[in-house]
Every structure is written in structure tokens, then in C-alpha cells.
């Protein structure tokens, strides 16, 4: 008698156990080959809003939508400033902690810090290219360029605001107030008086970013870490032993306490409005080593007077949005004196990125990355691209205004 052929990959019982059918093994197969091929494209990081998800990656394939869906008016007023043609770039990927960015309109570059990897780095407008531009860097932090188009940096490592002559050399702006030695300069800017302003929390005191207390400090409490493994002989260690502040670098040199930390726990980032007559000072959260409660992640503004006077205490925003808290860390002003602050928003995923309010402290526009935000600045031939140092990456965006004063 002649067999019938079987199917081998019909369901039957065989032993005990049932056998797939076809139809289950091959979409077994595909399920297979497509996890195989997903995971061999590596896709960036993805987009907080667009169904399939987009590609941040430099070298994606261009987007295809007209206004970008992560860049939001919350207001009708934030329309003004969107360019519907211009979508987020992510330029470069491979930093630890970028931060500080600055934009240098002579040379036409951008420089920012990768805090972790003690580098600062370069971005090339001409191309694109990117290099280091300065290493070891201190663990420099925030950057900016004066009036003078001087480069400043704040060195967590070296605790200094520093200031590099157009000749090459570098001049300590501070590095001590009242004979002890500064926590870890985070952010600097020029005041059009020409007096340079920046804050002073402890962030620097963690051994990611740069260098922890000597044993027993506020930061190294028992001792355990050594500040000096990976420093090059001769690095000077040293204990915390200032409160947190902002300070002001009269034309004169001399060094004043402007704000507390009461007045403004946790200082970090801060920025003039374009008439240079209110100071913005972000309020972020307890650093290491702080004994106080810290900071709420809230921007303040005060009125500046002559010589650097502050008054006028006040509460510009909470950034909290929908009910998530958007911690800020840079901020900037647009020529219209609308604050753009960078979001902080841990793992609410939508909420990282930008936030952007008019002068009376509402919120009117939001930029979604898919990475947390440190800082931004205004850049470009026309000073209207945004770029933005997120974590491990640069982005930028094309905006519909400028701004305000030297990157």
C-alpha cells in the first residue's frame, strides 16, 4: 500500500509532543528575522510624539512632515518664533554629560563641554565636522563669549572662572572669594557694564564631573575617594568651604557676593534679559555636600541696577508643565526677551528639552528632545539657530528670532 506524503510541518501528535504548524513556524521565522534586522539597524533614540518613530541619528533619512511635531506652541504667541520648514537636527552623538555651549561668531563654531570625558568640543558650521577643541578642559562646565569675543569657561576641577585671551593665553577671573576657595563655577555670562557674573553650587564636587572633596569634606564625608586618581601631578585638592552663591566681577576686578543661597538655593544657570536690567537665575536641586533642603528647580529674576544692585526677589516660573516637574539648567533670552530654558525632566518621557516663556513668566512653547537638556545657546551667521546640549548629544533648530547679547 502506498503512504500518503506527509507534511512536516503539519500539527501532529508525535511522542507525546505537538509539532507547529506551518503557518506558527513561519511567522516564528519572520518574527525572528525581523527582531535580527531591528537590531541591526540600531535605531536612534525616538521621537516623544511620531508614529513610526523618528530617527535623530545625523545621518537619517530627512524628515517629511512641514512644522516639526516635537517643536510646540503652547501659545499663540510662540508661532512667531517657529520656522515651519526647520526641523530638530541631532548633530553629534558621543558625550557623557554635554553642557555649556557657546557660539563664536567670528570663527563660525560652537563649543560646548563633555564635563565627564574633561574635553571641550567643537562643532564646524561649514561642514559639520566636530573635534576636540580643548583637553584636559578641568572639567569645564559652562561657556560663553564676552563682548570682546574672549572665551569664558567655569573649571570644575580647578574650582575657577577662567577667560582665554585672544592671544591664546588664559587669565583666572576668580578662583577664591575672601581668601577661600570657590565650590565649582557652573555658568558665566558678561553684563554689558563689561562685569562678568557667575554661579557657584557644589555639582562640581561629585566624582563624575570633576574633582570630590579632600577626605572629610562636605562631598567626601569619610574619606573613601581619593580626588587625586587621573590627575596630572601637581593638581591642587581642596575642601568646600563656601556657601552656594552668584557672584559679579566688577570692570575693576573685584569679586562680590550678589545672591546667597537663601536668596537663591542651588544656583546655575542665569542670563540677562536683552536690556541687561533683569538677572535670571535658575534654582536647581540639592548638590553634594549641601546641608539645606536645595533648590525646587525654579527660575528667579531680580532687577539689576546700576553696579550690579539687585532687588525686586521674585518667582519667574515653577516649570512645572502638566503636572511634571521641568527642572531647568541653562537659560537664554531671545531679542524679545522671552526666557528659553533647557528641561530637565528625568524620565517623563515628552517633557525633556526646552522650555520657552514670554517676559511675564508664561509659558508659551515647548521643544521635545529625546534626551534630557543641560543648556542651550543662540548661534549662527543670524544668531537664530538654537543649539541644544542634551546629554550625549548636540541638536539644533532653526528659530524666527535671535538672540539676545553674546553666546
Known amino acids: 500500500m502506498r503512504k500518503e506524503a506527509r507534511d512536516p510541518f503539519a500539527a501532529t501528535e508525535q511522542r507525546g509532543r505537538a509539532t507547529p504548524s506551518r503557518r506558527v513556524m513561519l511567522a516564528g521565522l519572520g518574527l525572528a528575522l525581523g527582531s535580527a534586522g531591528l537590531a541591526a539597524a540600531e535605531p536612534g533614540p525616538p521621537s516623544t510624539v511620531t508614529n513610526p518613530p523618528r530617527d535623530f541619528r545625523p545621518n537619517a533619512a530627512p524628515t517629511t512632515y512641514f512644522t516639526d511635531p516635537d517643536v510646540l506652541a503652547v501659545d499663540p504667541a510662540f508661532e512667531a518664533s517657529i520656522v515651519p520648514n526647520s526641523a530638530i537636527r541631532r548633530l553629534w552623538t558621543g558625550a557623557l554629560w554635554a553642557e555649556g555651549p557657546a557660539w563664536n561668531a567670528v570663527g563660525r563654531f560652537l563649543i560646548w563641554s563633555d564635563i565627564p570625558n574633561n574635553r571641550q568640543l567643537r562643532w564646524l558650521e561649514e561642514d559639520g565636522h566636530v573635534s576636540t577643541f580643548r583637553a584636559p578642559s578641568n572639567n569645564s562646565n559652562g561657556n560663553s563669549f564676552d563682548w570682546q569675543g574672549r572665551q569664558l569657561s567655569c573649571e570644575h576641577a580647578t574650582r575657577r572662572v577662567v577667560r582665554y585671551e585672544l592671544d591664546g593665553s588664559a587669565t583666572v577671573l576668580a578662583d577664591r572669594f575672601e581668601g577661600k576657595p570657590l565650590n565649582s563655577p557652573n555658568d558665566v555670562v558678561q553684563h554689558i557694564d563689561g562685569s562678568y557674573w557667575f554661579t557657584d553650587p557644589p555639582y562640581g564636587g561629585q566624582l563624575y564631573e570633576g574633582l570630590p572633596d579632600e577626605a ?177 548629544s548636540l541638536y539644533a533648530v532653526t528659530v524666527n528670532t535671535q538672540g539676545a547679547g553674546p553666546a
Not at 241 to 252: E, G, K, S
Not at 365 to 377: D, K
Request: aromatic share 6%.
Open 216 to 392: 572629610g569634606g562636605p562631598s567626601n564625608p569619610k574619606g573613601h575617594l581619593n580626588p587625586r586618581f587621573g590627575q596630572p601631578a601637581g593638581i591642587v585638592t581642596s575642601r568646600r568651604v563656601l556657601p552656594n552663591a552668584v557672584y559679579r566681577i566688577d570692570p575693576t576686578d573685584r569679586i562680590d557676593r550678589i545672591l546667597t543661597d537663601e536668596q537663591v538655593p542651588d544656583p546655575n544657570g542665569l542670563c540677562f534679559s536683552p536690556d541687561h536690567r533683569i538677572l535670571y537665575v535658575c534654582s536647581t536641586g540639592k548638590g553634594p555636600g549641601d546641608t539645606g533642603p536645595g533648590g525646587k528647580g525654579e527660575i528667579y529674576t531680580f532687577d539689576v541696577a546700576e553696579g550690579g544692585m539687585l532687588s525686586n526677589r521674585r518667582l519667574f516660573a515653577d516649570c512645572v508643565i502638566d503636572g511634571i516637574k521641568c527642572g531647568p539648567d541653562g537659560l537664554r533670552t531671545d531679542v524679545d526677551g522671552n526666557v528659553w530654558a533647557s528641561s530637565n525632566a528625568g524620565r517623563a518621557v515628552g517633557y525633556n528639552g526646552v522650555t520657552v516663556w514670554n517676559p511675564a513668566g508664561k509659558l508659551i512653547g515647548r521643544i521635545r528632545l529625546p534626551e534630557v537638556c543641560g543648556n542651550l545657546t543662540f548661534g549662527g551667521p543670524k544668531r537664530n539657530r538654537l543649539f541644544m546640549a542634551a546629554s550625549q
